[in-house]
């Protein structure tokens, strides 16, 4: 699992809300991923980080924001929760930069927005 | 990163070997050849990858051809557990911001 934990591993909110989930890792390994996964689109990059307070978009990140102020923690906070959100949300790390490094990702976080 | 292309679904028999293709005609010379694979509710597993050298670990072989165009994941034994979705993916692995992206996958239904 490569020391990579998610809280919380369920959620129920409602629309409007905020929320935060959050991914611990304990290897302290540079880059961070948030991924979704919806039947019949499969896991999508939502944001990444490549570092402290450096992160950047992927390709579904409107309606969510990130942070990273400490290497081990990767935030993604939903700031109004919308229905369209409600999904299984993954995060992974990769293990190195060099040529074959390999991306690890956590058991998931449940979101259900009612 | 190349496009990959996979089977929707493929069976196999309890302690027979299951091969699983993998088209990826459009790879890049520096695109490693990744395999993952989830299990129901759960986060995707790491299963192997390569280059162009055939590659072993204790869960699975990876055969690319010489061309690079296609490779085939074998279980060499597979079990009920091994049940589940397996992503073939090609992306530049050097440099960590390289993300996966990943496609629909390859349901594969182990049956005793």
């Known amino acids: 699992d490569a020391g990579i934990t998610q809280s919380p591993r369920h959620k129920v909110t409602e629309t409007g809300t905020p929320v935060t989930l959050r991914c611990h890792q304990t290897?302290?390994?540079?880059?961070m991923y948030w991924y979704r996964q919806d039947p019949g689109h499969g896991l999508r990059l939502i944001h990444y980080s490549y570092g402290v307070k450096d992160t950047d978009k992927g390709e579904v990140s409107d309606g969510y924001s990130v942070s990273r102020s400490k290497t081990e923690d990767f935030l993604l906070t939903l700031e109004s929760a919308t229905s369209s959100q409600t999904s299984v949300y993954f995060c992974?790390?990769?293990?190195?930069?060099?040529?074959?490094?390999?991306?690890?990702f956590g058991e998931g976080s449940w979101l259900t927005v009612v | 990163d190349a496009k990959t292309t996979q089977p929707p679904s493929m069976d196999c028999a309890e302690g027979r070997a299951a091969n699983l293709p993998c088209n990826h005609s459009t790879i890049s010379g520096n695109e490693y050849v990744y395999w993952y694979r989830q299990i129901h509710s759960q986060g995707p597993q790491y299963i192997i990858h390569?280059?162009?050298n055939n590659e072993t670990n204790e869960m699975a072989s990876l055969i690319i051809t010489e061309d690079r165009k296609s490779s085939t994941l074998i279980l060499p034994h597979a079990t009920l557990r091994d049940t589940a979705v397996y992503y073939c993916i090609v992306r530049v692995a050097s440099g960590g911001y390289n993300k996966l992206i990943f496609g629909a996958g390859t349901r594969l239904a182990v049956h005793p």
């Open positions: 290897e302290n390994h540079r880059y």
């Open positions: 992974a790390i990769n293990t190195g930069t060099g040529p074959g490094n390999t991306i690890y």
């Open positions: 390569g280059l162009k």
